[in-house]
Each structure stands twice: as structure tokens, then as C-alpha cells.
Nanobody, 120 residues
């Protein structure tokens, strides 16, 4: 069973920074795209940023210039550096990964989510 474990969420004041981490483990043969999503109360889950195994990145317009996604393929870890945080960034943040397992199964896996709250 593939596991994705997120960390790094918390409470931060507007204008502050946080760094989220997500480590994938167990039964992984390879990982293609990894991404960060968020879901605010009463809203649908939305893509924040994604990164391919070749390093190509994609960002939501609302976070361009403030957030940076990166990954360490050796450890199957994806990061999200969030700067200049705004109250509207408050949400539960989920990481996701397109994984091929050791048994050859291809599926998209999700982490359990980590809360980010931006408030003074």
C-alpha cells in the first residue's frame, strides 16, 4: 500500500511563510507527477501546484510568484514553499502522486491532508 505523509502545516500570520513536505513510501516502483492541492471549507479541491519527474512545474494563477514546488526524487518527497501567505490561502492542503507500484499497478494516491491557517 502506497503511503503519502504530509507535514509542515500550521497557523501563520498574513505575509508569513510555511513549507509543506510530503514523503511517499511503500511499494513504489516510480512516480510521475506529484502535486499539491487544497480545499477550503465549502469549496471544491483545487490544484495548487504540480511537478513532473522531469522537473516541469505548473501553478495555479492565485499562487504564482508566491509558492514554489520542488521534489527530491531520491526520497520520493515533494515540497511546497509558501511565501507571502494570505488569509485566502487557508485550507487543508493535500499532496498527490501518480505512482506505479512494484506490482505494476498505476494509480493516483493522496495524503491525509494538513491544515494551513493564515490569520492575524
Amino acid at each position: 500500500q502506497v503511503q503519502l505523509v504530509e507535514s509542515g502545516g500550521g497557523l501563520v500570520q498574513p505575509g508569513g511563510s510555511l513549507r509543506l513536505s510530503c514523503a511517499a513510501s511503500e511499494n513504489i516502483f516510480s512516480i510521475d507527477t506529484m502535486g499539491w492541492y487544497r480545499q477550503a471549507p465549502g469549496k471544491e479541491r483545487e490544484l495548487v501546484a504540480s511537478i513532473t519527474n522531469g522537473g516541469r512545474t505548473n501553478y495555479a494563477d492565485s499562487v504564482k510568484g508566491r509558492f514554489t514546488i520542488s521534489r527530491d526524487s531520491a526520497t520520493n518527497t515533494v515540497y511546497l514553499q509558501m511565501n507571502s501567505l494570505k488569509p485566502e490561502d487557508t485550507a487543508v492542503y493535500y499532496c498527490g502522486a501518480h505512482v506505479t507500484t512494484l506490482r505494476g499497478r498505476i494509480n493516483y494516491y493522496w495524503g491525509q491532508g494538513t491544515q494551513v491557517t493564515v490569520s492575524s
